[in-house]
């Protein structure tokens, strides 16, 4: 892992002109990928775990009564409504039917007829969304030694408008894998490629909330000389000192987004330890 090898270089060099929180930082952070990198090397390949089922099959995994259509010679579109009509003319029409491939809790690609499994994004957020299901989605924290890097939200997304956020997030696109998603969101919300040597996955989380069921794998991203832009989806955003922060007050001191709060706690842990 060279990558990793550099970072204990890094932190031997600076040993005896910075902070030793700094350096302690670095130390638990590439430990922590190591072990991790070495015993989960799948999310940066293209290979998904399928689960092939029958519509009854479904059905009974969701509790309720499901319309089926087909959407491509690949593609099988589910919705609790029978003939649910899209209308262009809606205001939020550009995010309510946005498509969602749908997993089960172990990330299992679920397969109908040898196709996957869809829906929209208006039925798959929300108290009234089809349950029992899963979509897809990721996050990278961009650390800068002891700061965090904290978008915040614009006013018009659907879930948790003007709470701060992970540097880089977005749900996967239908058949992207985890890999292709890092390509792409670090373009579009951050304007920069990525130097992949300073990526590291450290957790994968199931998080189910009120709002929605997600399927959540949480990197970090070492900043160095990188130039930041936000888009048009984030109001503003700014470096933030963990210094005063600990797992138990980060909802309160950041107002932050709640269905990501175990990954940022997870985060905070790893860095006082």
């Known amino acids: 892992m060279n990558d990793l090898k550099k970072y204990w270089e890094e932190v031997d060099s600076i040993w005896e002109k910075s902070d030793w929180i700094l350096c302690a930082v670095l130390k638990k952070v590439s430990g922590l990928v190591s072990e991790i990198s070495n015993n989960n090397e799948n999310w940066n390949t293209t290979n998904t775990k399928k689960i092939s089922i029958t519509k009854e099959q479904l059905e009974e995994v969701v509790w309720e009564k499901l319309y089926f259509s087909d ?135 199931r998080l189910v909330s009120e709002s929605q069921s997600e399927l959540v794998n949480f990197y970090v991203y070492f900043h160095e000389w990188d130039k930041y832009s936000i888009s048009d989806e984030t109001e503003s955003q700014e470096w933030v000192s963990v210094e005063n922060l600990t797992s138990e007050n980060v909802w309160e001191k950041l107002n932050f987004r709640t269905d990501m709060i175990p990954c940022i706690q997870d985060l905070i842990r790893l860095i006082k330890q």
């Open 71 to 205: 959407k491509s010679d690949w593609l099988l579109h589910i919705s609790k409504y029978e003939n649910h009509i899209l209308d262009n003319n809606e205001a939020d029409w550009e995010w309510k039917y946005e498509w969602f491939q749908l997993f089960d809790e172990n990330d299992n690609e679920i397969l109908i007829d040898w196709k996957s499994v869809i829906s929209y994004r208006f039925e798959a957020h929300w108290p009234n969304r089809i349950k029992n299901l899963y979509h897809r989605w990721s996050c990278a924290f961009i650390i800068n030694w002891t700061q965090l890097l904290v978008p915040k939200r614009s006013t018009n997304k659907d879930l948790y408008g003007w709470m701060w956020d992970v540097a880089v997030w977005e749900h996967l696109k239908v058949r992207e894998t985890y890999i292709d998603w890092i390509r792409r969101w670090f373009l579009e919300e951050q304007w920069i490629e990525h130097d992949q040597s300073r990526l590291h996955k450290l957790n994968n989380y």
